[in-house]
């Protein structure tokens, strides 16, 4: 299930260091040696952390010297600079794993786009902790893999969850409403790679429960948050928000209802952000290029 | 200093009571028995705590009694159904004093609201901790009050202040960026009439420097929540609240520009909402009828 | 395939009038006198037409005659006043036909959202001139009944369509990206019950291809819009509008896919408002109660 | 009165031309070599009409040459190429002036945030067909010229104003709820140079009375476009727009009122955004650098 074959010979530069002069012109001069062409380049410089941020979309198809040697200079740069960086081949489409509960609005959401050639990569693998959503994971052709979870088993199926994401080698975990705390060693081994959507305009009402918090506290507005899943709940790095108004008239239940509508917007434009290399995480931020 | 002289023979009665049937035809049938015009009415009902909202708005041009008698009819009604009630006559126009320290833009926004005729009261004193903005006060013809406010002082400042608002007969006091904590005698004294602009979506980054917060945090969207003040500091009922997008691009200066637009947009939403008395206080919540 | 059972005792009543006094009280009165409980009453006056309009619903739990009687004194009422009204009982959700073409977002999205609770209404029936749909119709159990289109049939087509609707038991036509032009037989028939969406901010960009419009015009938003169907393409009234932001880096597939969230959010939004019955249309224009 | 005086040895480089590789490292390559530091870079590439649009800005503090001769090797560059360029200096701030009639509120938003220094430039002149806003002019300090216009004169007095803003040196027009339909030989003159403000979400409504013609349309959102005036009125290139949402309560004045924010915001982006160098127009459209 592959959606979205952007130019196969494509690809991505994602480069971040202490800022200096000559950066932009160093990385550009080294594409263009090599034959390849700039499509897109976005950059960013933050101020007050004195960091360097570039994005640099380019076309391989008329490349001089090959992809190995390319690798090489570009390699040859970053030591030079002291650049961190992650160069990505739009040949090689991410493979996903989206891991749900019960709630099915974000799984379809995700699915239905996906299908709609949304997002440019393969759904490998509906992970669940419960057998309602075998259904959906059937109708779309997706492999479901069931792990259910008490408190006694949870450490061990992890593990477990952990070798199949590795077998499967996924890019990404979604966590589409997934109602279980992923644990550290899966957080860690994954980091930056595990998105999450939280229903909350964090960092307000964190925790269970933020549409009873919300409805409590008598808010306007309420948000959704999509960010990376950390150790610390509810409080890793940031990719998207976006909130709706609401009123008096609004029981928990509208919450919940309005914001089925937040959660999958704000999911769907991280993961999309993230697909395209747009994100860039540094301390418990992040740059999402646009 | 007056503005948006609404039709002087309206009046509008703001109800709160234990839900039960009934409500609704009483109070029609009390108006209408007295030949008072009912132009707009509105209603809620609270189911979770039981209790029943109204507002009602009447032209009073063609009573049949006079407004004593027709005061004594509600009256009657509101024991029987054990009601609490305001009545509002619109020939009365709410007196506001507006509190600021040394941030021009909300007092600036509000006196050419009031200029343009956007709000229904008289500006009748602005009361300041510094002298920096009586020019301001000046250019629009307005009394300045300055109460230089340090530890020392501040009580003894505090109560001048309350009897300045006292003998000027202040109905509604606008904390418009005003950046002293408010004493607890005061927010006892005018409960429900004193309403801050906080910069942030609260309960997000309450306390002091939410734009360093949100900036801290990373966070897409920052906000403007205006509020009832009230002893706890940030916790007073919200009244109205939004949100503008930032990025990464956005330094803690763009914030605070782009929080500036939001802080009057979203105080002078709440201040007309209030002066057309289409505000409800229950608990720590408001109904805010459209 | 039945959705939320509200309480099956709720009747909602829709008036529309000459502005003048006494309405509220009056309609108050007949209800509170048959024992019927206002649970809810929201009114507007449009001042330039000179029109009342309100929304009534109460509960019949506690009725102290029967609904026929009801019914007889609340005509009497509105023949009085010179009042056009509906009367709605919750006990007989509505019965919808959703019509499509080959795009799915729209329909995936409504019955998805049906099954999740969110409308109270039969999805009765799909209708399409394509068979592409079919499948997403079986998958949820609905009927699906095929009308191809040309030239040559076209209104022979819709006559058969119409008795479909007809013998069906139809309240409610939604055109969920029906990619034909609906014949004023149909329009004339169910007048007020056919809902559109369009795919821009109407009145910009009337008739084909609207993103590819606004891609030449250079504009900074796209829109949606949901108005029921007449005679006049794309000119009837509008029950629901919403935009979102876009860039120069938008190329028209960009418009078409972030137009696509616009469509099913404005679609959805419309559609229970159709079915709560808070929409009163008079001449294009219409009152949606809160 | 000038303000926000940005690092005065920056400048910014805005270059179109054919789409075609190399463009980035040239551009890159000839400001390293004369050490100036890139601090920003921005590009788009119009695939439709294959045009490659770039913003630099770059710090000329350590130029190992002088500005002269950097400015020929990128006229040489630029004649390779075949770009189009502008190159800006910030400590040469631009001079701008608001034309106004008799609506102060777009006049004393821009002054106001001026005198926050939210914009990096200084307010020449104020031109007026009507005395009412000489007041505001002395306010702030700035020049008021009286245009008084009649059909009679309008030719003779525009030649007038073109006279004066040649001879001040003006480089930007804003067109602040100026009631004037601008003459061709200013609108040609100043190409690219005047930003006027519509109260409508163009293409919608253009002409007069749109807050009429919204209301009498019925629609659920107003908006505001700010775009470069050109000769066909309301058809020019759109730098910005906005929409507030709107419902049947609305009356035309409540539309007027809503709308001014919106009409303050719009034009205020798009004011910054053209003194921030980050606008470049082609055909109808604007890329607008973020």
Chains 1, 2, 3, 4 share one sequence.
Do not use: W
Not at 95 to 112: I, T
Not at 124 to 133: C, F, G, R
Not at 258 to 267: I, N, P
Request: charged share 25%; with cysteine.
């Amino acid at each position: 299930m592959v959606a979205m074959p952007v130019g196969p010979e494509h690809a991505t530069l994602l480069v971040s260091c202490p800022d200096r002069r000559g950066i932009v012109a160093a990385l550009a001069q080294v594409l263009y040696g090599h034959g390849a062409n700039i499509l897109d380049s976005d950059q960013h410089t933050d101020p007050v952390a004195a960091l360097f941020f570039q994005r640099i979309r380019f076309d391989l198809a008329e490349l001089q010297t090959d992809r190995l040697t390319l690798e090489r200079a570009i390699a040859e740069v970053a030591e030079r600079l002291g650049m961190q960086y992650r160069l990505l081949y739009a040949n090689r489409p991410k493979r996903v794993a989206v891991f749900v509960s019960r709630y099915d609005h974000c799984l379809y959401d995700l699915l239905l786009r996906h299908r709609a050639r949304e997002f440019a990569c393969e759904v490998a693998l509906i992970v669940s902790n419960h057998t309602e959503l075998e259904s959906v994971a059937r109708e779309f052709g997706i492999r479901f893999a069931l792990f259910p979870i008490d408190p006694s088993n949870k450490a061990e199926q992890e593990r477990r969850e952990i070798e199949l994401l590795d077998s499967e080698g996924i890019d990404l975990v979604v966590l589409a409403r997934y109602m279980q705390i992923v644990g550290e060693e899966m957080v860690t081994r994954y980091a930056g790679h595990i998105i999450n959507i939280h229903h909350s305009f964090l960092p307000a009402f964190v925790g269970g429960k933020p549409y009873q918090q919300a409805y409590e506290r008598g808010v306007k507005l309420i948000g959704a948050t999509a960010h990376y899943a950390t150790k610390q709940l509810d409080e890793g790095p940031i990719i998207e928000q976006d909130v709706v108004r609401c009123s008096h008239r609004d029981a928990v239940e509208d919450l919940v209802r309005k914001g089925r509508d937040l959660e999958k917007l704000v999911l769907a434009r991280a993961v999309r952000s993230h697909l395209d290399d747009r994100v860039l995480v540094y301390g418990n931020k992040t740059v999402v290029f646009g």
